[in-house]
T-cell receptor, first 110, second 114 residues
Framework: QQQVKQSPQSLIVQKGGISIINCAYENTAFDYFPWYQQFPGKGPALLIAIRPDVSEKKEGRFTISFNKSAKQFSLHIMDSQPGDSATYFCAARDFNKFYFGSGTKLNVKP | KAGVTQTPRYLIKTRGQQVTLSCSPI?????VSWYQQTPGQGLQFLFE???????NKGNFPGRFSGRQFSNSRSEMNVSTLELGDSALYLCASSSLAGAVNEQFFGPGTRLTVL
């Protein structure tokens, strides 16, 4: 059973556009929600993370929106660039275990 | 500071064989977690070690095992390999288990089982 459900599976965005990736969860014990970016041939790298007591966190062009009551969180990439083309994973932590979404392959067209 | 290193980067084995993968965490990090990444199942947690003790284990069969040494380096072993074990195996290190610290991932070991 997938603990964290991620959508869409793939996303095509024009350069300068906004990329939005969504995740949903059921386990209310999750206490930390990171997003990872993975380029081909590389391991995932932490992009931005949020705790459930915060509704929004922004770092540069990347923003996490968190809706605790709906058990949903999303990643917004503003002014998307071709260099953002990668696979993005949301994750959630319960104690020391991390559960990952299935990934979204983002393609930003020039 | 050197990142997480994993060796070997690529491995080809046949069914029934055994394999050992190695992970060296970032200096000073005591927690090492292992993940299996496949196109179908995504990233799945295998186990986590902290100070040479396994603290958490995912839902994988007993053929998957690991250990951590006093210098925090970790090894993962898979016995009696099956075709379905073909995957990218990632390890991640963090400075404190359970802390809200980011996990730093290594580049992974690509295992192919023929």
């Amino acid at each position: 059973q997938q603990q964290v459900k991620q959508s869409p599976q793939s996303l095509i965005v024009q350069k300068g556009g906004i990329s939005i990736i969504n995740c949903a969860y059921e386990n209310t014990a999750f206490d930390y929600f990171p997003w990872y970016q993975q380029f081909p041939g590389k391991g995932p790298a932490l992009l931005i993370a949020i705790r459930p007591d915060v509704s929004e966190k922004k770092e540069g062009r990347f923003t996490i929106s968190f809706n605790k009551s709906a058990k949903q969180f999303s990643l917004h990439i503003m002014d998307s660039q071709p260099g953002d083309s990668a696979t993005y994973f949301c994750a959630a932590r319960d104690f020391n275990k991390f559960y990952f979404g299935s990934g979204t392959k983002l393609n930003v067209k020039p | 500071k050197a990142g997480v290193t994993q060796t070997p980067r690529y491995l080809i084995k046949t069914r029934g064989q055994q394999v050992t993968l190695s992970c060296s965490p970032i200096s000073g990090h005591r927690s090492v977690s292992w993940y299996q990444q496949t196109p179908g199942q995504g990233l799945q947690f295998l186990f986590e070690y902290f100070s040479e003790t396994q603290r958490n284990k995912g839902n994988f069969p007993g053929r998957f095992s690991g250990r951590q040494f006093s210098n925090s380096r970790s090894e993962m072993n898979v016995s009696t390999l099956e075709l379905g074990d073909s995957a990218l195996y990632l390890c991640a290190s963090s400075s404190l288990a359970g802390a809200v610290n980011e996990q730093f991932f290594g580049p992974g070991t690509r295992l192919t089982v023929l």
